[in-house]
């Protein structure tokens, strides 16, 4: 049950620390800490790393712009041939029950209906496997015992005429300077082709040196030696989490002792001894952020700061701010000091700073 807890912070400090570090520029945690008297920073100078190495096959340009036409591709109606199952078709059906009688929810002028789907009652879709577009089907078939749909035709006989109007057929359009220049700002297939390459060499590029930086952070918080915890920070972390769980419950409308043992299964003590632990690991790492920028002489000025925000905004898909809001209920200025989001560019300057001087060895 610890572990499920565990998890959970985990995905809570994932947030905080990986997708959003840091407050506004002007701020400075920890400045009234000296924060040797804490922590150890390791010589991360002596750490080994790794550079990038991207290979891009032939392969993998053709599977990526396979992804391209498929995203691109139509649907039409087609109105001759056969159809199986998966075939998503545009049906008529007349339905008589073996008295006679007839019913407007057994018949129907046009039902789009996926073959296989289990949307009709057995026997129906499976009844249309092979049939010829145009042609009239009869269905010998029985309602289920019960009909939960309408519980008079439970287990009664009933016999269908079914006629497949039509099916849809995607159409994927083929690589050819007319796709290339309706989907691309390129004119020519083999610019477009250079291009797709260079997008999945930067794209695979980027993807290691994020990994590469990410282990490379993991191991400076491994390495790094904590002397004793500030108390006051361990409390706010502490409260922090605290209510950040409580607010899960109560956007649950679970009561928070139903929470503790049905949604996270721990007691009130073990709880909080995970909270500690956590709050302490959440200190730590902060400790850490803020002890590498006052030795590398490192900070984020509010120029950056607002360049950072503004990519973040674009990125994230928002058209603007006021769309943003709507979203998430907050500005995106309010957004970013709720979350600290100017420590996640602190840090990423640090990883940069440190990587570059460790790639230089290699």
Known sequence: MKKFIK???????????????????SSKPYSS???????????YDSFETTAPDVTITDDDIDAEIQKNLEAAATTEKITEGTVNEGDTVTISFDGTLEDGTKDAGMTSEGTDLVLGSGSMIDGFESGLYGATIGEEVTLNLTFPDPYKNKEEYSGKNVTFKVKVLSKNVEKVPELDEEFVKANSDYESVADYRNAIAKELEQNEYDEQLYNIKSTLYSKLVSDTEVIQYPDKEVKKQIKELEETYKNMAKNSNVDWEDYLTDTLGVTQEQFDEQVELYAKELVKQEMIIYAIAEKEGLSVSDEEYDTYLDNM????????????????????????????????????KELDTIYERLAEKL
Do not use: H
């Open 33 to 43: 800490y000296d924060l040797s008297e804490y922590i150890t920073l390791p010589d």
């Open 7 to 25: 998890s959970a912070m985990i995905c809570i400090f994932c947030f905080c620390m990986v997708i959003a570090m840091a407050g506004c520029g």
């Open 313 to 348: 905004l674009a990125s994230s898909g928002f058209q603007d701010e006021a769309a943003f809001k709507e979203y998430t209920g907050m500005s995106l200025k309010k957004y970013a000091k709720t979350y600290k989001l100017d420590r996640d560019l602190l840090l990423t």
